[in-house]
Nanobody, 127 residues
Framework: QVQLVESGGGLVQAGDSLRLSCAASGRTFSNYAMGWFRQAPGKEREFVATISKSGFITDYADSVTGRFTISRNNAKNTVYLQMNSLKPEDTDVYYC????????????????????WGQGTQVIVSS
């Protein structure tokens, strides 16, 4: 298992930007595809963004396409989620997740496909 620690959450106003970071340790980070998910109280966890272990392939939920960007720095063992034009409906706890990937270009979107999870970081967007 790889250990994950998220940071960068906070309270912002609608239209503002935030960058979340997720630091990985314990395994070779470049062997893992990464994802970001979010969850509100009483709701199911939902997919936000994913990136292949190479960093070349990304995918996004429709609700964040064009506003959020996922990226990774394998030298720093870190994955990022740049969130622009934030909306009140983006208010959630954001979780970083990792899954071992055999192929450089494979991406994953399903919660069950990820074996390692961080503790989450809260994002609150006020209107």
């Amino acid at each position: 298992q790889v250990q994950l620690v998220e940071s960068g959450g906070g309270l912002v106003q609608a239209g503002d930007s935030l960058r979340l970071s997720c630091a990985a340790s314990g395994r070779t980070f470049s062997n893992y595809a990464m994802g970001w998910f979010r969850q509100a109280p009483g709701k199911e966890r939902e997919f936000v963004a994913t990136i292949s272990k190479s960093g070349f392939i990304t995918d996004y939920a429709d609700s964040v396409t064009g506003r959020f960007t996922i990226s990774r720095n394998n030298a720093k063992n870190t994955v990022y989620l740049q969130m622009n034009s934030l909306k009140p409906e983006d208010t959630d706890v954001y979780y970083c997740a990792a899954t071992y990937s055999q192929y450089a270009m494979t991406i994953f979107r399903g919660i069950s496909e990820f074996g390692s999870w961080g503790q989450g970081t809260q994002v609150i967007v006020s209107s």
